[in-house]
């Protein structure tokens, strides 16, 4: 080693290094997941992201049928997560749909209020720490005869435009 | 520098820091992308990285209406670029789907043959490094008037299992 500004530059290199592998060998917990349908095994698959909320969870799905699935959003809000929900007005009204039940169950819950156009999301942001989505709605249908996919992806750059989605879909849309 | 031990760790060191800084800040083209609907401009996205695919294309999509997405999908298959498209059998026979069109340009198409099921995935993956997926059917409807999400994602862990899940498909969908 020539002079001090060698070891100054060795000593930084170590800690950037020890930095890096910190961040390489002891991740933040990662939520990379992929899975599809038909396949009744899945929809569990979903009803454990949901039950592992301990903050917030915000839900942005066309509709909901899947009693497993509506259950799993109930017992969130039960347990103290800050549950939000927004949904497509004509299949909160149709017969089946769990979303009036949620409503009734203290679940805060806004609507479209257009018959032409369709809330035809179906995502959910856990803890803003994970997102899942993909083109499978909350039904039982979805679940047991469709092909189906669903993802669930922890980079911020989602988490941050999803949310950002949400929350002006939350103040567009009236309350229910 | 203590001995040729210490000189060693360094120049290990220096090399390692040089590799990591290459890929922080000279990475390969990434595909992190996401965008919401109703905006007819968002269409122009997804057009954009149609355009841009150089070897596959292999879509897998519920329905599609929408000439200019229609229209990006034949382009490739005429500049040679191997495009599969996988699509729900009863939006393949409603007027007004492009999916008929395509299949008369010589594009391969398979469907599902179960009326009361649907092919309900909306994903495509493109040149094997991204795969564009959420609630966006290839529809006039959803690009004017529906509240819709599409992300893209590159991390080859998604590539992988949407990768299969296409394959999977292909093989237990007849030839149209
Ligand atoms: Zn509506
Ligand atoms: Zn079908």
């Known amino acids: 080693m020539k002079d001090d500004h060698d070891k100054e530059v060795l000593a930084s290199l170590k800690k950037y290094v020890a930095l890096v592998e910190e961040d390489l060998y002891q991740p933040k917990p ?12 899945n929809v569990d698959r979903i009803v454990q992201y949901l039950s592992k909320a301990t903050k917030s969870l915000k839900i942005c ?17 039960k347990r103290g997560v800050q549950v939000r929900l927004i949904s497509d007005d004509e299949c ?59 993802l669930v992806v922890d980079n911020p750059y989602y988490i941050e435009k999803y949310n950002t989605e949400f ?8 309350a229910n």
């Not at 899975?35 to 095994?41: D, Y």
């Not at 049928?65 to 969130?76: G, P, S």
């Open 30 to 41: 990662r939520y990379l997941d992929a899975f599809f349908f038909p396949n009744e095994k």
């Open 92 to 150: 909160m009204h149709n017969p089946g749909s769990d979303v009036s039940w949620l409503s009734s169950q203290g679940v805060p819950i806004r609507t479209d209020d257009n018959e032409q156009n369709h809330m035809h999301n179906k995502f959910a942001i856990i803890d803003d720490t994970h997102l899942i989505t993909g083109s499978f709605n909350w039904t039982v249908q979805a679940g047991k005869s469709n092909q189906e996919n669903v």
């Open 167 to 174: 929350e002006n879909l939350w103040k567009g849309f009236a």
């Open 61 to 77: 799905v066309f509709n909901i049928t899947n009693d497993r699935l509506a259950n799993a959003i109930a017992d969130a809000h």
